[in-house]
């Protein structure tokens, strides 16, 4: 049964937190080790979360530097043989996921599935744009973001801290370095998360496309990732043609 660090970062987000421990808390598996990171909220998330101190492992409240320098020390105080960022206001997709993932296969080095989207009123609307793709490696980012850092389960010996030189896409970078060292990648063919459209990298959306272009083209080249995001342009005209012509 192998144990499954799951990290919850949340700052100022009382509306949504208990939903996300409660998530995690009510798991069929029971080998978790589950952390909390605030970013020293003030509008009553801590008081929250420390009703279930009893029930959560570590809980860290002070201020830090970004979402990712936060995930950061989550990282750091990580003791499971696999690690899941489970942010605040996301879910597991059911009760029964983690212990589902672990049952798809035995000992691999990375876990993944497929996401759920759902919008500020917690309505589903429906998978992502970009599905999750029946083999992942590390070039599967060539064409798009297809697999949300919610929904994927890395063995900590194989995981480096987050890039903060990437304030908006680090889990893209993360995820990438992550999978160049896996040699055994499973895919376990159902939801694992429920995903809370509007993150930081909907806000400032042109920020994060920029700083998404130089991770791809760091790991993809120049000239390839230029030609990947004609690719990718085309395919969202598609998209959105298709969208239209269903909602007709």
Not at 11 to 26: A, C, G, M, Q
Not at 138 to 144: D, N, R, V
Not at 150 to 168: C, D, F, G, M, T
């Amino acid at each position: 049964m192998p144990k499954l660090t799951i990290i919850t970062i949340v700052y100022n987000n009382v509306r949504d937190i208990e939903r996300t421990i409660n998530s995690v808390l009510n798991q069929t598996h029971k080998n978790i080790e589950y952390i909390v990171i605030d970013g020293k909220s003030t509008d009553g998330t801590l008081e929250i979360v420390q009703r279930y101190q009893h029930q959560i492992s570590k809980i860290v409240s002070a201020r830090d530097k970004g979402i990712y320098d936060a995930m950061n020390k989550g990282l750091a105080l990580a003791t499971g043989d696999y690690v899941l960022f489970m942010n605040s206001g996301d879910e597991l997709y059911d009760e029964q996921t983690v212990e589902d993932v672990f049952e798809s296969a035995a000992g691999a080095d990375i876990y993944y599935g497929e996401t759920e989207m759902y919008n500020d009123n917690w309505e589903s609307l429906g998978r992502r744009r970009h599905e999750a793709p029946e083999v992942f490696n590390w070039k599967s980012f060539q064409y798009g973001m297809n697999i949300s850092h919610q929904a994927i389960y890395i063995k900590r010996s194989i995981v480096e801290p987050y890039n903060l030189k990437y304030k908006y896409s680090s889990d893209i970078d993360w995820i990438i370095k992550a999978a160049k060292k896996s040699s055994n990648i499973v895919n376990v063919h159902r939801y694992v998360a429920k995903y809370l459209v509007g993150g930081m990298s909907k806000k400032k959306h042109r920020e994060s496309l920029k700083e998404r272009f130089d991770i791809f083209t760091k790991y993809y080249g120049l000239i390839p990732n230029i030609l990947n995001h004609v690719v990718i342009a085309g395919n969202l005209a598609f998209y959105f043609v298709k969208h239209r012509r269903t909602n007709d």
